[in-house]
């Protein structure tokens, strides 16, 4: 089970009988109410509650990302549920650190929230950082962070991992000849994203609570890939294990990431059309999937949940689908590429 | 020389030729001209470009801690030059893993700023946090990070350190008969907070930089120690190999946090009244100093720089100074405390 379970999220927000705004409960009550939701995983030897805390990295190196998570540029709660935002905050960090082959070990989260914010959106964040760790990198934690004020709710997660002694996957290894393969969804919260924009919006173009609900329980699915994405977490190391040459958490689109592997390796890539569904297009271009996308040597088998998509060529900086070369440079996701892969 | 050298970031400025808000470059080209202002330092095993960074933790652990600063509430950029801004964050994040008593050993700084934001800002900020580092962690360099858009220009720092098998030294370690310890300047950066507001704002109380910059120049010393402090980072290792039994950043004023050791450790506290200078209100009240406050057994030397200022007594959660309780609950730095020491 990796899919967010919206009951959840709704049973908790109805729970918190108390509401307050954060400013009137202070720094030391709101924590007294989100740290009780969150968990600081197995990796953690201390966790929040001191200056710092400290974390275990058993071969001697840790892998770490970070990304910030803006109300308005990355999501807005008239869409997001708290629960739905934490989750996604979790899950695309650690994607990040699947890409490079290794196990999420553990999160420090940062959230910056207007002193007006109810207490019940940060815990229904707290819930949903939780819950998207035990579904999508069991045994990971919250081992820290922060809270302050902004008059944005602002969402900073830094994740880390353990490759347990291998080398990192880069999106430099790829050489021709390599097959290239893909895990996760294709398109599906680009589709839930234009549905949003198409039928959660209200006259004047913003974004609308009723209607977003409505649109969910009419396309769940999709709504669920753009809200609260359940990447394919654990594929990072099952790819690092079976020799992937190369790898990267496609969040641009398939067509924009893949060029990035093409760019760093001095290589080529040539997509299978059929492989990619009847709307390539979208497959292509449509952002934040935040799916796995790997090459690995040719003669190697390769590994559930990937699906072979295309092959790595010798044609450096090209992509193409079907052996025509699609231009991608100062492509936008939404516009500027006429979609046809043929 | 731990101090930021303020003609370093003003030649930085002007050397910024050309410029250009960061929606006119697009992130690459703004990546492409802060990257090199950046060093990931000797703990770097992968620095920025992949999806994660990978960065040595030499005895298998690693010391974590996250911090958000927001313009308004953090920071006001008519007061602070990006420079100082860089400076401060890497500053205030290495003191809270020198607290823990370890050595700072990498960054991630994620920043989003709005569209319109200049892109020697982010230059300015680059260069502050890379002089911060080399000044005052030695070593230590940016790994990785984000750049994200946000209507308020906000910096996530999240900071590493090794403590080189050592056990973290925690908040809660004081026992009675122990004496207390302060590393830092007490009570100069809310001075410096405290002249800007007087003599820095406007006829509407706005932040003005005209005003900041001529108060910059009567008052170098108060204005960077609020703006752009140099903590005793190093002092957190030397604490930890004297003894220290516990320790933490003194980032809400020398009371409010040495009640944080006390109500840890079930002890109290006793400051001396004459070691914490004639204005003793300010010294225990003032924040932002970003000190370093310790507890060492009875019998110990505490080591430069280091300076005795009171001593741990068995009275449970009781500050005091020359034995007179003082209480710091529900206290604000700037009020509600009437200042006399005795």
Redesign the interface.
């Known amino acids: 089970m990796t899919a967010p379970d919206p009951e959840l999220g709704h049973e908790r927000a109805d729970a918190a009988a108390e509401t307050a705004t954060v400013a009137e409960l202070g720094e030391d009550a709101v924590l007294a109410r989100i740290l009780p939701r969150l968990r600081p995983g197995d990796a953690a030897?201390?966790g929040a509650g001191?200056?710092?805390?400290?974390?275990?990295?058993?071969?001697?190196?840790?892998?770490?990302?970070?990304?910030?998570?803006?109300h308005?540029?990355?999501f807005r709660l008239a869409w997001s549920t708290p629960f739905e935002l934490g989750w996604k905050a979790a899950a695309t960090n650690l994607t990040?650190?699947a890409?490079?082959g290794?196990r999420p070990t553990a999160l420090?989260?940062?959230?910056?929230a207007p002193p007006s914010t109810d207490v019940s959106v940060l815990e229904g964040i707290a819930d949903g950082l939780r819950e998207g760790l035990a579904a999508l990198a069991p045994g990971a934690g919250v081992?820290?962070?922060?809270l302050?004020?902004?008059?944005?709710l602002?969402l900073?997660v830094?994740?880390?991992?353990d490759?347990a002694g291998r080398s990192?996957v880069?999106?430099s290894g790829a050489r021709a000849g390599d097959v290239v393969a893909h895990a996760g969804v294709r398109g599906d919260a680009a589709r839930g994203l234009a549905l949003l924009f198409a039928e959660a919006t209200d006259a004047t173009g913003e974004p609308d609570a009723a209607l977003a609900d409505d649109l969910r329980s009419r396309h769940p699915e999709l709504v669920r890939a753009q809200l609260a994405p359940a990447p394919p977490v654990a594929a990072g190391v099952v790819a690092a294990l079976a020799g992937a040459t190369a790898?990267?958490?496609v969040s641009d689109g398939l067509a924009r990431d893949a060029r990035r592997i093409a760019e760093a390796s001095g290589v080529g890539i040539d997509f299978d059309g059929g492989a990619l569904g009847p709307d390539a297009r979208i497959a292509l271009a449509g952002a934040e999937d935040h799916g796995l996308l790997a090459t690995f040597p040719p003669d190697t088998s390769v590994p559930e949940p990937f699906m072979t998509i295309g092959l790595v060529t010798a044609a450096s900086g090209v992509l193409s689908v079907d052996g025509r070369p699609i231009d991608t440079l100062g492509w936008d996701p939404y516009s500027g590429w006429d979609g046809r892969t043929g």
Do not use: C, E, N, Q
């Open positions: 030897i201390l001191d200056d710092a805390a400290l974390v275990h990295a058993a071969d001697g190196r840790f892998v770490v990302t970070t990304d910030l998570m803006v308005g540029p990355d990040d650190v890409a490079m290794a420090v989260v940062a959230i910056a081992v820290g962070g922060d302050s004020a902004s008059p944005v602002t900073a830094t994740a880390f991992g490759l990192p880069l999106r790898m990267l958490d």
